[in-house]
């Protein structure tokens, strides 16, 4: 099984060691991890700003990238949703690059999605023993990809608590440019989601601009609530914690 490793631009940037924790966690599952070094940005960012032409070249790039791969993993579902729901939109007019984008979003996967729904892991070890958690259901991963039960069953069967979160499915804030936009909303949707965490050892979410906005939220309001992503959890549940 060939898999592309598509990291990012924020696992490459802020989240580095978790995209390294995801890569030799498919790989120590029996993965054949690959990492096409002309990947950049999935464009969604530009999307989301109304800047479909760039968005549209980001997308096509994308596309010849990661062409030939059995699998392309992401440890973000926000740019999964990008490839997998918004992608084909950008190229209805064009039928040769809408086929292809289809193609691509057949093919892309969350990594926990993968891990569960492609690799059909029930448990990648007992290394969370003890450890409580709280889990950030993003947006995108649990409303556009349909990912939410996953993350949760692998984290339990590594011996993690999953703790009762009123907040839990509710947004984080961050939406990309909607905190730039609306930085005083977004704040206070951080705010209610830090305000109702309960006492864990770490807060963990698959998408890493959730964990981004909640981390730099809590650190300006001086909160110690350890944030980790979910790839970084779940290999140190794979190599015993």
Same mark, same amino acid.
């Given at each position: ?5 598509? *990291? ?7 989240? %580095? ?6 890569? !030799? ?12 070094? %002309? ?10 700003? #109304? ?18 791969? $059995?699998?392309?993993? +992401? =440890? ?11 992608? =084909?939109?950008?190229?209805?007019? $064009? ?10 979003? #057949? @093919? ?9 729904? *492609? ?6 070890? !007992?290394? +969370? %023993?003890? !450890?409580?958690?709280?889990? /950030? /259901?993003?947006? /995108? ?9 996953? =993350? ?26 909607? %905190? *730039?936009?609306?930085? =005083? ?5 951080? $705010? !209610?989601? +830090? ?5 864990? $050892? ?27 992503? *979910?790839?970084?959890? +779940?290999?140190?549940?794979? @190599?015993? #914690?």
């Amino acid at each position: 099984m060939r898999v592309c490793f598509f *990291v990012t631009c924020l696992a490459d940037q802020f989240f %580095a060691e978790a995209a390294a924790d995801a890569v !030799r966690l498919l790989r120590a599952l029996g993965a054949e991890v690959r990492f096409p070094r %002309a990947q950049t940005c999935c464009g969604q960012p530009a999307y989301n700003a #109304g800047h479909w032409d760039e968005a549209r070249k980001m997308a096509a790039h994308t596309q010849e990238v990661f062409e030939g791969c $059995d699998y392309v993993v +992401l =440890p973000s579902g926000s740019c999964t949703t990008m490839l997998r729901a918004y992608s =084909p939109r950008l190229f209805e007019g $064009d039928r040769p690059r809408y086929e292809a984008a289809l193609d691509l979003a #057949g @093919r892309s996967y969350e990594l926990v999605e993968f891990l569960v729904k *492609v690799l059909n892991a029930e448990s990648v070890g !007992r290394g +969370l %023993a003890g !450890r409580r958690v709280a889990y /950030h /259901h993003g947006c /995108h991963v649990s409303r556009e990809l349909g990912v939410k039960e996953e =993350p949760l069953r692998l984290l339990e069967a590594a011996g993690a608590e999953v703790v009762p979160w009123e907040a839990d499915q509710e947004c984080c804030g961050f939406g990309g440019v909607f %905190a *730039v936009k609306n930085a =005083p909303v977004s704040l206070a949707m951080a $705010d !209610r989601k +830090l305000d109702t965490v309960p006492e864990v $050892d770490v807060l963990t979410s698959a998408d890493g601009a959730c964990l981004l906005h909640l981390a730099g939220r809590a650190k300006q309001r001086g909160l110690g609530v350890p944030v980790r992503h *979910v790839a970084s959890l +779940l290999w140190e549940a794979h @190599r015993g #914690g």
